[in-house]
């Protein structure tokens, strides 16, 4: 089945600038690649997807950038703010209707001010 | 804001035990999971539906049953507890498959 890997386990940065996560997947099936946020002591919540009909997504200060040949995405918040500090994890999914959607480990990003 | 409610919020409970984890959504939703997160391992799917009495098998279901009764709940039953099973859980729904899930508060539970 899909795995999918997330490359920084831990990732800090200083307020304002840019931070980057980065995810591999197995797959080449694999076709839909969301993005969820955990803050501290809270749920998941969504933030931000791409599909593989594109190689570039943004939302606001939120970037995804998609290599198919790769098998690479990733996730870049620009003009980081304390507020973004949280565990973002990536995922995949071959198919969307099948409901089934695999995450990576998760990165614990810290914003210092 | 879609709405999923997970309870209990804490479960403590002894090896070999019997525990059932509930979970309400009142979106409609016709995709319910179950996730468990532990450090190291992100979120592991153990179970999905699709609907009322459908049921789907994730990545790490040993040990593990679940029941989707109606539309809006969706159980997880361990019928024999054990240490690896001690987890934060979570619940999520969704309208359209595996697009924008919407995660509930979680269950942690303990098993000694």
């Known amino acids: 089945g899909e795995k999918v890997e997330q490359h920084e386990s831990t990732l800090s940065v200083r307020e304002g600038d840019s931070a980057v996560i980065n995810c591999t997947y197995t797959?080449?099936?694999?076709?839909?690649f969301p993005w969820y946020k955990q803050e501290a002591g809270k749920s998941l919540h969504f933030v931000i997807d791409?599909?593989?009909?594109?190689d570039r997504k943004q939302s606001q200060r939120l970037i995804v950038l998609l290599d198919k040949k790769a098998k690479r995405f990733s996730l870049h918040i620009t003009a980081t703010q304390p507020e973004d500090s949280a565990i973002y994890f990536c995922?995949?999914?071959?198919?969307?209707?099948?409901?089934?959607?695999?995450f990576g480990d998760g990165t614990v990003l810290t914003v210092k001010p | 804001e879609a709405a999923v409610t997970q309870s209990p919020r804490n479960k403590v409970t002894v090896t070999g035990g019997n525990v059932t984890l509930s979970c309400r959504q009142t979106?409609?939703?016709?995709?319910m999971y179950w996730y468990r997160q532990d450090t190291g391992h992100g979120l592991r799917l153990i179970h999905y539906?699709?609907?009322?009495?459908?049921?789907q098998i994730g990545d790490v279901p040993d040990g593990y049953k679940a029941t989707r009764t109606t539309q809006e709940d969706f159980f997880l039953l361990l019928e024999l507890a054990s240490p690896s099973q001690t987890s934060l859980y979570f619940c999520?729904?969704?309208?359209?498959?595996?697009?924008?899930?919407?995660f509930g508060s979680g269950t942690r539970l303990t098993v000694l």
């Open positions: 797959d080449t099936a694999s076709s839909y």
């Open positions: 539906s699709y609907g009322a009495g459908n049921l």
């Open positions: 995922a995949a999914s071959m198919n969307t209707n099948t409901g089934k959607l695999t």
């Open positions: 979106n409609s939703h016709n995709y």
């Open positions: 791409i599909r593989s009909n594109v």
């Open positions: 999520a729904s969704s309208d359209q498959g595996a697009e924008t899930l919407y």
